[in-house]
C-alpha cells in the first residue's frame, strides 16, 4: 500500500479532533474513528447485537439502535466498562477503516489521517507510519468536555480520570503535541507538524 497512514490519538478533551480538522483544511483526507464507529450504530448491526449481549436491551433507543448517551453513562463510569466497550466495538471499527484506506489508496492520495481515540489500544497504531498524539492539561481537558457536551464538572472529571495517563501517550507516539495555549499557537505547532513529518 502506497499511502502513508498518520494516525492521531489523545485523551477527549485534549484536542485531536482539532488537529485532524486543521489538516483537513489542508488538503488531507481525514477518516474519524468515532464517525465510523457512529455508523456502525444501526438497528441489528453485528456491532450492536454485540453491544446488546454485554450491556443488555436497556441501551438501546425506541427504534433499536444503541443510545450513544445511554452507552457512555454506563461506560464512563470506570476504567474496566470502558475498555469492554473499546474491545467489543474495535474489531468491527477497524474492519472499515481499513476498507476506506484501500479506497483512498486506489484514488492514488499519498496520506490519510485516522483520528482515534484508542489508536493505541487496538493495535491499529502498528499499522501507522507515524503517531501523533495530543495532549493536555487534566483542567483544560475537564473545562473543553463541559462546553462541549454540556456535562456536569463532575461526569466530566469522571470522564477523564477513566482514561490513559499522559506517559501511556508518550511512551507509545512518534510525535507530540501539547495543546494548552490559545488556537493560534496550537495551529502553528500543527503546521510544523505538517511541513516536516506529512510531507517528509
Same mark, same amino acid.
Given at each position: 500500500?502506497?499511502?502513508?497512514?498518520?494516525g492521531?490519538t489523545?485523551?477527549?478533551g485534549?484536542?485531536?479532533?482539532?488537529?485532524?480538522?486543521?489538516?483537513?483544511?489542508k488538503?488531507?483526507?481525514?477518516?474519524?474513528?468515532?464517525g465510523?464507529?457512529?455508523?456502525?450504530l444501526t438497528?441489528?448491526?453485528d456491532?450492536?447485537l454485540?453491544?446488546?449481549?454485554?450491556?443488555?436491551k436497556?441501551? %438501546?433507543?425506541?427504534? =433499536?439502535?444503541?443510545?450513544?448517551?445511554k452507552?457512555g453513562?454506563? #461506560?464512563?463510569s @470506570?476504567e /474496566? &466498562?470502558?475498555?469492554?466497550?473499546?474491545?467489543l466495538?474495535l474489531g468491527?471499527?477497524?474492519v472499515k477503516i481499513k476498507?476506506?484506506?484501500?479506497?483512498?489508496?486506489?484514488?492514488g492520495?499519498s496520506?490519510?489521517?485516522v483520528?482515534?481515540?484508542? %489508536?493505541?489500544?487496538s =493495535?491499529?497504531?502498528?499499522?501507522?507510519?507515524?503517531?501523533v498524539? #495530543?495532549?493536555s @492539561?487534566? /483542567? &483544560?481537558r475537564?473545562?473543553?468536555?463541559?462546553?462541549?457536551d454540556g456535562?456536569?464538572?463532575?461526569?466530566?472529571a469522571?470522564r477523564?480520570?477513566?482514561?490513559?495517563d499522559?506517559?501511556?501517550?508518550?511512551d507509545n507516539?512518534?510525535f507530540?503535541?501539547?495543546?494548552d495555549?490559545?488556537?493560534e499557537?496550537?495551529e502553528?505547532?500543527?503546521?510544523?507538524?505538517?511541513?516536516?513529518?506529512?510531507k517528509?
Open positions: 500500500m502506497a499511502i502513508r497512514i498518520i492521531v489523545g485523551p477527549s485534549a484536542g485531536k479532533s482539532y488537529l485532524s480538522l486543521v489538516l483537513k483544511k488538503g488531507l483526507p481525514v477518516i474519524d474513528a468515532d465510523v464507529y457512529h455508523s456502525l438497528k441489528n448491526s456491532c450492536t454485540a453491544l446488546v449481549n454485554e450491556f443488555g436497556e441501551i %438501546l433507543d425506541a427504534d =433499536g439502535a444503541p443510545d450513544t448517551k452507552l453513562a454506563i #461506560v464512563f @470506570s /474496566e &466498562k470502558l475498555k469492554k466497550l473499546n474491545s466495538v468491527f471499527v477497524i476498507e476506506i484506506i484501500a479506497e483512498l489508496d486506489k484514488k492520495e496520506a490519510v489521517i483520528d482515534a481515540p484508542t %489508536l493505541i489500544e =493495535g491499529f497504531s502498528k499499522e501507522c507510519d507515524a503517531v498524539s #495530543v495532549l @492539561s487534566k /483542567e &483544560k475537564i473545562e473543553r468536555i463541559i462546553l462541549r456535562i456536569s464538572y463532575e461526569k466530566a469522571m477523564v480520570s477513566a482514561q490513559n499522559d506517559s501511556f501517550y508518550k507516539s512518534h507530540v503535541l501539547i495543546n495555549g490559545d488556537t499557537s496550537f502553528s505547532e500543527i503546521g510544523i507538524l505538517f511541513e516536516n513529518v506529512l517528509g
